[in-house]
């Protein structure tokens, strides 16, 4: 099946009682057994619910895999693959990642004996130095957030399968629809659907995609026990979301490509961060597992000062001043003052995340506007 077919109809069935073609919202938070123990599968809503589990199988399906498992956000997901370690195990992952990610392990799980490397994930090589008998999970995003770095999904699952270690890859910034990391070697995938999954900013939900069904069943466990679901009316949403999930990433992905070489021919942005261009180190790699490069992009002014930065920041009226990504409309972010703002000064700048770096969120608007926009705003 098609991407463009598979997006439509996945965990799509018409509603027995009613034919109705889009997934009711199953707003119960119990149902009635039949006698104790006798039910139609359903008992709590925390266990299971009907809208939910149809998020749940058109996650598995758009991310080829087995199964999939919805959250009540990106966090939530990447918490429940925390909870599948013990103490005195380590975590190798890339030194170039999402603040929210950051803050957990560092915050959360290091008092509980968790151990983290942070690495240039671009080497393999550096990947397989750390690994000992404690290593259990490496955990890695590509593109990066918010360098657009590019991590060799097919290289560190090989890594991760010879030494018998749990690969989960963050696949949020690129969608389904530019890469799919089970394809690649990965254990597990992780979505903030909060973002092109979603695709509307208007809900918060995360999910984890997998194929070992032993996997999935430690997953579900701690989905079950550790309650952080999402509700009916936010797995409606995203299965809203999905269906148009590939209009938006090819758009997503042409506004992208024409306002990177925009900025990048422009007498006051001095780099570019975007994994479309040839000359870039992550290129051939981006180019072998992506479909397209997305419409992420980070840049530096040349007038590196976080007064200019903040100026522009102010500056424009398209792109929203705002947090998060994904979504239809264009933002514009500083990550070391709101999505990263949690990671150490010291940290981010020795990793090349500078004070004035700016993020965009290039949405599906009509690029000339777009352009128009950071024109006035950047000179």
Not at 273 to 286: K, M, N, S
Not at 334 to 363: C, Q, W, Y
Request: proline share 4%; glycine share 8%; charged share 20%.
């Amino acid at each position: 099946m098609k991407i463009a077919t598979k997006y439509i109809h996945a965990g799509a069935e018409p509603d027995p009682s009613t034919g109705a073609i889009m997934t009711p919202i199953f707003q119960t938070s119990t149902y009635v057994q039949q006698a104790p123990g006798v039910n139609k599968g359903y008992e709590y809503a925390r266990s299971q619910n009907p809208t939910r589990k149809a998020l749940e199988e058109a996650y598995a399906q758009i991310e080829n895999g087995k199964f999939g498992l919805a959250f009540s956000s990106g966090v939530a997901a990447t918490d429940s693959v925390m909870k599948l370690l013990q103490p005195g195990n380590e975590v190798i992952c890339g030194n170039d990642m999402y603040g929210g990610t950051y803050r957990l392990f560092t915050k959360i799980y290091e008092k509980f004996g968790i151990k983290f490397h942070y690495i240039n994930m671009q080497s393999v090589t550096n990947i397989e130095a750390l690994i000992n008998n404690n290593t259990k999970l490496i955990w890695a995003e590509t593109p990066t957030n918010p360098l657009m770095n590019i991590v060799d999904i097919a290289a560190v699952a090989s890594i991760a399968k010879k030494h018998n270690v749990i690969l989960c890859v963050d696949n949020t910034f690129a969608s389904p629809y530019l890469q799919n990391p089970l394809n690649l070697g990965a254990d597990i995938v992780m979505h903030s659907a909060t973002k092109y999954l979603g695709g509307h900013s208007d809900v918060i939900q995360g999910c984890l995609i997998m194929n070992d069904a032993a996997l999935r069943e430690q997953l579900y466990f701690i989905q079950k026990s550790c309650g952080a679901v999402p509700g009916p009316q936010d797995c409606f949403l995203v299965l809203r979301g999905i269906k148009t999930l590939h209009v938006r990433m090819q758009r997503h992905c042409e506004n992208g490509e024409k306002i990177a070489h925009w900025l990048r021919n422009n007498n006051n942005v001095a780099k570019v961060y975007w994994p479309g261009f040839e000359d870039i180190a992550g290129y051939a790699v981006a180019k072998k597992q992506m479909r397209g490069f997305g419409g992420m992009i980070s840049f530096e002014l040349k007038n590196d000062s976080v007064e200019e930065a903040k100026r522009v920041l102010s500056s424009t009226h398209l792109f929203s001043l705002a947090e998060s990504l994904g979504g239809v409309e264009s933002l514009i972010n500083h990550p070391a003052s709101m999505t990263h703002a949690s990671i150490p000064k010291e940290e981010r700048i020795k990793n090349g995340l500078s004070d004035s770096l700016i993020r965009l969120s290039v949405g599906i608007e009509d690029v000339d506007d777009l352009i128009t926009d950071l024109q006035r705003a950047i000179g």
